[in-house]
T-cell receptor
Framework: AQSVAQPEDQVNVAEGNPLTVKCTYSVSGNPYLFWYVQYPNRGLQFLLKYITGDNLVKGSYGFEAEFNKSQTSFHLKKPSALVSDSALYFCAVRGNSNSGYALNFGKGTSLLVTP | NAGVTQTPKFQVLKTGQSMTLQCAQDMNHEYMSWYRQDPGMGLRLIHYSVGAGITDQGEVPNGYNVSRSTTEDFPLRLLSAAPSQTSVYFC???????????????FGEGSWLTVV
């Protein structure tokens, strides 16, 4: 089964510092990987995705993610964190045809950026 | 362009009551799905549809029914609400999923349901 894991429940970063939110994946075949962000009491907003091509993917709000096939990772990064980046972040992988290729999500990582 | 619209935003139900969560999208997406979000568990797939007239079960379908009579609408029906169905429900849609090359899935704003 296609799955992702987010090993950290919470990440704390000081404003202005770089941030990393970790994600590892387990798939058969080529992975289609996604990052979403959820602000309090809101829906999920798409940040970026990796389908093929360059291992460094750039997305919305200054976020980027690095696909690493040898480490089966897809970590989300930002060079300089903002307080407004505080939110819940989900990594996801496209599932198989038996789910209509629905996304399989990690459990989420809460990011707290302090002033 | 409204995207994916869910109603209601908040609802309190008594155990045993039934209700329907509405979902509509205006992007002509073939693929629609319902997820539930519970603390520490991420999002889990309830039901999905790859086109009008076609629905199928996801990971946690028990207690829920869906139908897809039009491309735009994908309502989720709770047959007899139970406290275990207290959750946040998200509707999502994308272009064709089958071999869709990783089409981005777009989410609604969520429906907060409490069953007492």
């Amino acid at each position: 089964a296609q799955s992702v894991a987010q090993p950290e429940d919470q990440v704390n970063v000081a404003e202005g510092n770089p941030l990393t939110v970790k994600c590892t994946y387990s798939v058969s075949g080529n992975p289609y990987l996604f990052w979403y962000v959820q602000y309090p009491n809101r829906g999920l907003q798409f940040l970026l995705k990796y389908i093929t091509g360059d291992n460094l993917v750039k997305g919305s709000y200054g976020f980027e993610a690095e696909f690493n096939k040898s480490q089966t990772s897809f970590h989300l990064k930002k060079p300089s964190a903002l307080v407004s980046d505080s939110a819940l972040y989900f990594c996801a992988v496209r599932g198989n045809s038996n789910s209509g290729y629905a996304l399989n999500f990690g459990k989420g990582t809460s990011l707290l950026v302090t002033p | 362009n409204a995207g994916v619209t869910q109603t209601p935003k908040f609802q309190v139900l008594k155990t045993g009551q039934s209700m329907t969560l509405q979902c509509a999208q205006d992007m002509n997406h073939e693929y629609m799905s319902w997820y539930r979000q519970d603390p520490g568990m991420g999002l889990r797939l309830i039901h999905y549809s790859v086109g009008a007239g076609i629905t199928d079960q996801g990971e946690v379908p028990n207690g829920y029914n869906v139908s897809r009579s039009t491309t735009e609408d994908f309502p989720l029906r709770l047959l007899s609400a139970a406290p275990s169905q207290t959750s946040v429900y998200f509707c999502a849609s994308s272009y064709s999923s089958a071999g869709g090359g990783g089409n981005t899935i777009y989410f609604g704003e969520g429906s907060w349901l409490t069953v007492v």
